[in-house]
Structures are given as structure tokens and as C-alpha cells.
């Protein structure tokens, strides 16, 4: 990588080398296991000029997205999650039944987890989904949902057709797309001159302060902070007005956007989180230098764990194949000898194997079936929601392992 891909920049340094693998959610069918498989470089960089964390665009999106492995809906908290925010947008905004109709536009809008919250309330919705099998499980679940990347031309056919969207979400995209300022452009094409946009995202800050490697992975093209947000929202035409952090990710920023040009000034929460980012050095390089080295302990203490249960006999299996594990999986280099299995909620990745290290992917059952000394929980990010799920290996004294930000074994209790 030789330039920004925001500001075009050549001032490109270093932030952390995780080696070469292949992209986190091409899950191998069995028939599969003796072709080789694609590894690309995922070194994360970070341009002191505008502060944008980026990897190289080594993989387009249409290769990921085409057909994809991750289905929202499988995830109890996610969709909660989408509930909540739906009911507090209609309030916020005023969305529900009135005078004028309201129109809410969802980007990347998945398995339609979130649009089916607008659908009960009967508000005038539309996902845009690139991924085929699942904009087709979202249409079956009655969420209208068109099959589309979204660039300025769509956004505007999106419009011509349907009119201006009152809100537009984009939730965990707005990292996924090299194109940054042709894609928040097409964000400012489908929204109302009066209306806005609600993206979250990972934010930076979290994700180095907690040392979450494991979400830097060949689809997340770019890492945000609220400062290098604001840059790319204005590369669009949208202008930042007031921003919330969320737990979900380990750490999200919920941006609120509205156009340029109706937007005003932005609200008390947003100098206040600029505040935290200066303090923590994600505006100079001092704030990114030891990051390697804590990355680098992570792996080192995982590996230690796994030697020695083994060493003493001890059983470990996984829990979830997202795709922060898959990165975790082949930074540690961890095959089935150490793991001989994980599971996972989703059907479509049953009987399938982890890209790189090959691991098989069983039905959740299959943990009570075996019942291990210790379930490693990949999905972290999920642990509240895991530790209740997973509270009956309490019945045979099994424990859970959560690698980051730090090797943690936890008792479960009934």
C-alpha cells in the first residue's frame, strides 16, 4: 500500500503485520480440502495525515459478498440489539405514523434482522444486500430487499424509484467497502436533504486500547476513529452531528450524519470522544506503537494453553467459526490437533471447515454430546450472551476460555 485511500496520502506506517491468510468467511466444503487456498497479506497501516487505519484492498467485495456465511439473525443479542435501536430511531426521529410517510433505507442489511422490526411497525423500509443467499432468506422473511452494492448510482435509482430515505442505517459496513468515499456518497444519494444516516462501526480507539486484533481481517478494509470518520462522512457530503458509543464489538461508534448542508453543528458527545482519542495518541504515532508487541503476547499465551491442556490430556473445542476467530485461528496457527472442532448456531457453515487452519464445524450439540474440560469462545465479543448459553458445562466442571484481549479462563456456574 503506497496510498491513503481517503486522502491520498503516501505517509503510510505501520501499525501490525498479522502474516498471510486466507479471507475469514471462505469456509471450505469437505469436497474442498485438498485445493489450495488464496492467502493475502492483512497488515494493518495508518496514514499520518488524515489518521485513516486501512489494510491494502487485496480482496474486492463482490469475492466476499457474493454469497456470505453470516446470517444475523443467528445472533440472540444482534438482533435485540437491532430491536432496540429501531424503537428508539422512530422515537428519536419521529418515524412512527403521522403526517408523512417515512421511508428507512437499510445498507448491507444482512438476513433483514433489523428491517423486520420497521416491517412490524409497518414503516416503508428497503434493504440493499449484496450477498445473494441472504438478501433471499430476508425477502423470505418479508423484508423487501433489493440485491445490490451500494455507489452513487444505485443510491440514486434507489431515490428515483422510492424517493428520499428519511433514515438510512448502515451497520457494520462501513468498514467493508474499499471505495470509501464512493460508497458515502451513495449513502448522501439516498438520503433526504433533510434526513439522516445512523453507521456504526468498531472504533479504533477500543480496538487498540483492548487489544482486538482478531477483528482486523481482509474485509474490513478500514479501521475508524471518530476523527478519520469525519473526514470520510464529509468526503460524501454528510456531516457528523452526534455519536454514541455501544458495547457491541467490543466497542462501536453509532455515527449520526446528516447532509452537509442542513447539519449543523455537531453535538457536546462528539468533542468529547475526539477528546479521548487525542488523549489515547490515535492522532500521533505514539498511540499505535506498542500494539504489535501486545498482539504478539496474545498469540504466545493462547498457544501456551493449548500445548500444555493437551500435554495434560485435557479436552479443547471451539465455540462459533466468525470471522474474528478465523483471524485468531491462523495468526496462532492453530490446527485440529490443538482444536480438534468448533461449533456454530449457523446451519449453512455445519459440515464445513475454517479457511487456513481447517478446522471442522459441528452443531452446537455437539459439546454436550462430548463434553470437553474447556470450550475456547471465539465470537468474544458475544460473552455475556455466551456464558448464559453456554452455563451447562457447568454439569461436568468444563470451563470457558476467552483469548482476548487477554487469556481469560472462566467457572462457569449453573
Not at 68 to 80: G, H
Not at 284 to 302: M, W
Amino acid at each position: 500500500m503506497t496510498r491513503c485511500r481517503l486522502c491520498g496520502s503516501e505517509a503510510m506506517a505501520s501499525v501490525v503485520d498479522l502474516g498471510a491468510m486466507p479471507p475469514c468467511e471462505s469456509f471450505l466444503a469437505a469436497d474442498r480440502l485438498d485445493e489450495p487456498e488464496p492467502a493475502y497479506p492483512l497488515h494493518l497501516r495508518v496514514c499520518t495525515d488524515c489518521w485513516l487505519a486501512q489494510i491494502p484492498p487485496l480482496i474486492t467485495p463482490e469475492e466476499t459478498f457474493k454469497e456470505y456465511a453470516y446470517f444475523s439473525s443467528y445472533s440472540t443479542s444482534w438482533v435485540e440489539h437491532a430491536r432496540t435501536f429501531v424503537a428508539d430511531a422512530v422515537q428519536r426521529l419521529g418515524l412512527g405514523p403521522g403526517a408523512k410517510e417515512a421511508f428507512v433505507v437499510e445498507v448491507a442489511s444482512n438476513d433483514g434482522y433489523l428491517l423486520r422490526h420497521m416491517v412490524e411497525r409497518r414503516i416503508r423500509c428497503l434493504g440493499i444486500e449484496p450477498s445473494v443467499n441472504v438478501g433471499a432468506a430476508a425477502r423470505e422473511a418479508g423484508v423487501p430487499t433489493l440485491t445490490a452494492f451500494l455507489d452513487p448510482d444505485t443510491g440514486a435509482a434507489v431515490r428515483a424509484e422510492h424517493g428520499p430515505a428519511d433514515l438510512v442505517v448502515a451497520n457494520n459496513v462501513y468498514a467493508h467497502i474499499p471505495d470509501v468515499v464512493g460508497f458515502t456518497r451513495g449513502l448522501r444519494a439516498l438520503v433526504a436533504d433533510d434526513g439522516w444516516v445512523s453507521i456504526e462501526v468498531q472504533h479504533l480507539l477500543t480496538l487498540i486500547e483492548q487489544n482486538q486484533y482478531d477483528t482486523i481481517y481482509h474485509e474490513h478494509f478500514q479501521y475508524y476513529t471518530v476523527a478519520s470518520a469525519i473526514r470520510a462522512l464529509a468526503s460524501g457530503g454528510l456531516a457528523l452531528v452526534d455519536v454514541e458509543l455501544l458495547p457491541t464489538h467490543g466497542g462501536s461508534l453509532r455515527l449520526w450524519a446528516r447532509p452537509t448542508e442542513t447539519a449543523g453543528e455537531p453535538g457536546r458527545q462528539v468533542a468529547e470522544v475526539l477528546e479521548r482519542e487525542k488523549a489515547a495518541g490515535l492522532q500521533e504515532l505514539s498511540g499505535y506503537t506498542e500494539f504489535s508487541a501486545r498482539v504478539a503476547k496474545v498469540r504466545r499465551d493462547l498457544l501456551r494453553f493449548l500445548i500444555e491442556a493437551a500435554e495434560r490430556g485435557e479436552t479443547v473445542v471451539g465455540y462459533g467459526a466468525p470471522g474474528k476467530g478465523n483471524t485468531l485461528l491462523n495468526h496462532c496457527g492453530i490446527r485440529p490437533d490443538l482444536l480438534p472442532y468448533t461449533v456454530d448456531r449457523n446451519p449453512y457453515k455445519h459440515g464445513r471447515f475454517t479457511p487456513g487452519t481447517r478446522i471442522p464445524i459441528l452443531p452446537p450439540e455437539q459439546i454436550a454430546a462430548d463434553r470437553p474440560d474447556h470450550v475456547l469462545v471465539l465470537p468474544w465479543n458475544l460473552r455475556t450472551e455466551l456464558v448464559e448459553q453456554l452455563s451447562f458445562v457447568h454439569a461436568w466442571g468444563g470451563r470457558l476460555v476467552f483469548p482476548v484481549p487477554e487469556l481469560n479462563i472462566v467457572e462457569v456456574t449453573p
